[in-house]
């Protein structure tokens, strides 16, 4: 019963070559990657790590997690037998049964357990790959090898096991059947006399599954068996709601049109895909019928680093574009500008790869490099350029939404808030409404505040998300001038895409503001009682909420919109069936605000029609982006008893008598 080693060895040593040139030629390539630092606050990366790789959070937020973490934990625990099998098939007298039987018993127990029910987890996984596969390309003969093997890995640890069972005295026979019980009932399915010949089959079947297995996947895309855990470790701490700065030198290309322009850690994220399927699954772009996926970016990227990766070394001219219509491999630009830049991939990712930045880059590429774009965007750019803000309005209509009351400009020495209007509060005939009864709200507070008045410029959001990078970082440093002249220390914003960007983005341009979004300072203002309402805003009628993406994902704002209608109202908003971090986006982030939709169904209805499940007779938003894009939908709905407030509104409906 005993191995080969003199067969054995051999293989073993072979498959090792083939597992190490495998990974270190994939691996290998990551280097080609521009330097970016994510070795900082190790002792935080751990942590997280422990949680998300290992702990495997993300995974089991997902009805199908568990199977994944039986799956995943059984590899982690069956290490122990499998590195045993190997250095007993090298050198036999190296065995378990040499240890303590205070360590041995209960190990085996749990060995013989654990095997089970990764066996279990390994049909389930299969049948749902026949029967609802997480997507359509899931179901490949790829998927059902590797399954296939694991499987037979299992059954092979149990038929050596069984083998040994039905050679055992009656004494070791009842040990056997108290602590490897599944291993047992193996053993009696067929007579003693067999148990050489099972010992052997299953021997070399676990031999040639083990083997296969370790050849195979440097390979295929279950190489994030090796690179996960480390990107889960490699993560961004800090939200990645942003991007970095370009250095505007003369001939340079900029944005990321080339793999290797991407960094070392964005290549780790190709190889670090599951290909899972969860981040098209809750992609707006993918789920309304439009060409982005995010999965096949990643998938394209790696694709494209594996084909180029060689030349690329060289310094030769890569064969496969990263951007164009050249089929796998190449990302087509219809689906980098679908992007709404809504995070949902990222939030849903169980191993955080961060697929928008990586389409932002693209992006960037476009624009400033090969100056290509959607026609639609160009009067967008010449209005920012020329006027700050979108539609070209002068900058001198900026302070006609107050013409009729009193409004102070911003003063250092008397003034505690500045107000950011921004330029949807200052110029959309909607959103000027917001504006003036926030301003009302916060002189009902006593709150101390001023405009910038026709200073004041457009944050750049939308050029920022949109790859125009040089007018956007033309204007950040404007207004970042603006600002450290003035004093400004503390902003509120109406605006999600302007609090996101004050807040985060013009750190990098050294402007440290103290930003808050109006419904945080709406909550706090009502909750320490400086905000006081005579009245309950109850003729809002039954109120749904629609979380901001750039509020919600973006900036972790979730409970203080809600919080706000709850004080306002006396009761909490209902929720739609995609809330919090699993909202469903408007449409209109990442400038599609300003783009028409081609292909698919439109992302607002789908948001308007699922608003309208709830039966609401307000639906309320705190950002005016998706304000628009509500009473757009909800007129081609025909939805016309349905209202859509934002939630300074519905505040200062409270001080309105019904």
Request: proline share 5%.
């Amino acid at each position: 019963m005993t191995p080969n080693p003199t067969i054995f060895t051999p293989l073993l040593i072979a498959s090792l070559a083939v597992f190490a040139w495998g990974c270190w030629k994939r691996l290998s390539l990551i280097s080609l990657g521009k330097p970016e630092n994510r070795f900082d606050n190790i002792g935080a990366r751990v942590g997280e790590m422990l949680m998300y790789a290992f702990g495997q959070k993300r995974v089991l937020a997902k009805p199908f997690g568990i199977n994944h973490f039986i799956i995943f934990w059984s590899f982690i625990i069956l290490l122990i037998a499998n590195i045993e099998f190997i250095l007993h098939g090298v050198f036999p007298w190296i065995s378990l049964t040499k240890l303590p039987d205070g360590i041995l018993l209960p190990l085996l127990l749990l060995l013989d357990i654990v095997s089970l029910l990764a066996l279990a987890a390994v049909v389930v996984a299969a049948v749902r790959r026949v029967i609802s596969p997480p997507y359509p390309e899931a179901r490949t003969i790829e998927a059902f090898f590797i399954l296939s093997l694991i499987g037979l890995l299992m059954l092979a640890y149990f038929g050596i096991n069984a083998a040994k069972i039905s050679r055992m005295q009656e004494g070791a026979l009842a040990i056997a059947k108290t602590w490897m019980p599944v291993s047992s009932v193996v053993s009696g399915m067929f007579a003693p006399a067999a148990g050489a010949t099972v010992y052997s089959i299953s021997w070399w079947a676990h031999a040639f599954a083990l083997l296969a297995f370790m050849c195979y996947l440097p390979h295929s895309k279950h190489m994030h068996i090796l690179t996960a855990i480390p990107n889960c470790f490699f993560r961004r701490l800090e939200k990645p709601n942003t991007l970095q700065r370009e250095d505007f030198i003369i001939g340079n290309t900029f944005g990321v049109g080339q793999v290797d322009r991407y960094s070392w850690k964005d290549l780790l994220d190709s190889f670090s895909c599951t290909e899972c399927g969860r981040c098209q699954k809750v992609c707006p772009a993918s789920i309304t019928g439009k060409p982005l996926n995010p999965r096949a970016v990643i998938h394209d990227i790696k694709v494209n680093l594996l084909e180029n990766g060689s030349l690329l070394k060289k310094n030769e001219k890569s064969l496969i574009p990263l951007i164009g219509e050249q089929g796998e491999g190449s990302v087509s630009e219809e689906s980098i500008w679908g992007c709404t830049t809504c995070g949902a991939c990222m939030e849903a990712c169980p191993v955080f790869i961060e697929q928008m930045p990586k389409i932002l880059q693209m992006r960037r590429h476009l624009v400033e490099t090969d100056a290509r774009f959607p026609e639609e965007l160009l009067s967008l750019f010449e209005n920012m350029e020329g006027r700050s803000n979108p539609w070209g309005i002068a900058p001198s209509e900026r302070t006609k939404w107050c013409a009729q009351i009193d409004v102070k400009t911003f003063d250092k020495n008397s003034t505690e808030y500045l107000l950011y209007v921004g330029c949807a509060g200052s110029f959309d005939s909607r959103n000027k409404l917001v504006t003036l009864a926030l301003t009302q709200l916060l002189d009902k507070a006593g709150i101390s505040w001023g405009i910038l008045g026709k200073d004041e410029k457009c944050c750049g959001d939308s050029l920022r998300r949109l790859g125009n990078e040089l007018v956007f970082d033309k204007m950040a440093k404007e207004n970042v001038q603006i600002f450290k002249e003035k004093g400004i220390k503390k902003v509120i914003t109406q605006c999600p895409h302007c609090f996101t960007t004050l807040k985060n983005d013009y750190r990098q341009y050294g402007l440290e503001l103290e930003v808050i979004h109006h419904s945080e300072l709406l909550r706090n203002l009502i909750q320490d009682g400086l905000l006081k309402l005579p009245y309950l805003a109850a003729g809002m009628g039954q109120m749904v909420y629609h979380d901001s993406c750039y509020l919600g994902r973006h900036n972790d704002v979730y409970e203080a919109p809600r919080e706000v209608i709850s004080l306002a109202t006396g009761q909490k908003p209902h929720e739609m069936r995609r809330h919090h971090e699993k909202s469903f986006c408007c449409g209109a982030g990442g400038g599609r605000m300003w783009m028409e939709e081609h292909s698919g169904d439109r992302i607002n209805l789908v948001r308007v029609k699922e608003a309208l499940e709830e039966k609401p007779d307000t639906i309320c938003v705190s950002c005016p982006y998706c304000m628009t894009m509500f009473e757009d939908g909800l007129k081609d709905v025909q939805a016309g008893a349905t209202r859509v407030k934002d939630i300074a509104e519905v505040v200062a409906e409270g001080f309105r008598p019904d």
